[in-house]
């Protein structure tokens, strides 16, 4: 047949939230640094518990997608603004934010979001920080998410749904 080609839309993009067993959801704190990704203190946006409610506590997921496999979380209100840690993505308590240029892996599985092949899952913003470990003296906020091992409780009890 002869005629123009015809490309499908793109399919919509599905807001998530990330929810804890105790009824609060990952969000990023705005109040906390500009979401920038740029350089210097204002670098990010940290991740914290908050309410379940807002655009910032809504994420997308980035193929491939499925229970079990490498995926990226990125922030459905911010454009190219995804997870990324600071200093090491293997250290216990190193920080959780958003930033332009994070765009990491994670794996959704056995209500945990592992940092993809590292063995450390997001925890639930329980617990005292490190000392901040890199140049941006970074600040800590209540609740912040932090890494920790994937065994250890703080990292268990997640689930995520469609909004």
Request: hydrophobic share 30%.
């Amino acid at each position: 047949m002869c005629g123009p080609t015809v490309t499908p839309p793109p399919p919509p993009v599905v807001p998530f939230r990330f929810e804890n067993a105790n009824g609060n959801c990952l969000s990023f704190n705005l109040s906390g640094y500009p979401c920038s990704g740029g350089n210097g203190p204002a670098g990010g946006c940290p991740l914290t518990m908050g309410p379940c409610s807002g655009n910032a506590s809504l994420f997308t997921l980035e193929a491939p997608i499925g229970q079990g496999r490498p995926t990226v979380i990125k922030s459905f209100a911010l454009q190219d603004a995804g997870f990324d840690v600071d200093c090491s993505a293997t250290a216990p308590h190193t920080l959780l934010k958003m930033l332009n240029s994070g765009f990491s892996q994670f794996v959704l599985a056995n209500g945990r979001i592992e940092f993809s092949g590292t063995g450390m899952c997001l925890n639930t913003g329980q617990g005292l920080p490190n000392p901040p470990c890199g140049p941006k003296g970074e600040l800590f906020l209540k609740d912040q998410i932090k890494l920790t091992p994937c065994n250890d409780p703080s990292a268990q009890g997640w689930s995520w749904s469609k909004q």
